[in-house]
Structure formats: C-alpha cells, structure tokens
C-alpha cells in the first residue's frame, strides 16, 4: 500500500502565507483609497476582483481577502495596522486607519512618485472614528 501524502498546500511556508496576506492587505488598501478611505467589505472584494479583471468573485479569492483582513486586525503578519472595523466587531464596514493614509503618503513620497499627500485627501469622518 503506497504511502499518501499530505497536499502542497499544507506544506507551504509561513513566509508564503505572510507575503501571500501582505499582497492582500495591499489591494485591499488600494481599493479602500479608491472608495474614500471605507467601504462594505462585500463591495472592497469585489473591486478587487474587479481590478483583476474578473466578472465574479471567486469563492478562493473571497476567503482569502477576508482571511487576510481578520489576521492583519489580529495584528499578524505586517506591523503597521492599515484596516480596522470602525464599527467594531461584527460590523461589515471596512476602513483604513488614520495612520494609513500618513503610511500611504509616506510610500508613496519613498517611490518619487506625485507630491500630493493621501493624508490630505483622507475624508474628515476617517479621523473622526479614531477618537
């Protein structure tokens, strides 16, 4: 009887799946940018799918975005917290934190890229549910 063995799957490394959620958060952040700093989560993985070039959501792709979501508030994987629930818990309302847009910003003036800072473009309610 020939030995089973266990999927590639389970065998990935922790770095992949770390690297695999940093992606993640990172399109998730991007699209949240796109809708103003929040948005329902139902309307963030389909932006994202969207931006991928798919017509509908993979259930895979699903899971995986709110997976990554849940571990980054968790506080796994990437030490700048970007995402929160401003609603709390049970909430279906995603959001970028204040720190965020100053992380965005930040990045971006790093890159070269345009002058314009994201955290001016934050709308006045993001800083709002941070108190």
Known sequence: ??????????????????ILQTGL??????????????????????RVAARRGLDEVPDRLRRDLLNAFDLHCAGAGDPERLLWLPFGDGSRRWALT??????????????????????????????????
């Open 1 to 18: 009887m020939p030995i089973r063995q266990k999927p590639a799957v389970e065998r990935r490394s922790e770095v992949r799946t770390t």
């Open 98 to 131: 204040p720190e965020a847009f100053q992380v965005v910003a930040a990045r971006q003036r790093a890159a070269g890229m345009a002058a314009e800072s994201i955290v001016e473009l934050a709308p006045a309610h993001v800083a709002a549910w941070a108190r």
């Open 25 to 46: 958060i990172e399109e998730i952040v991007v699209v949240l940018l796109e809708f103003g700093g929040s948005a329902h989560r139902d309307s963030v993985i389909i």
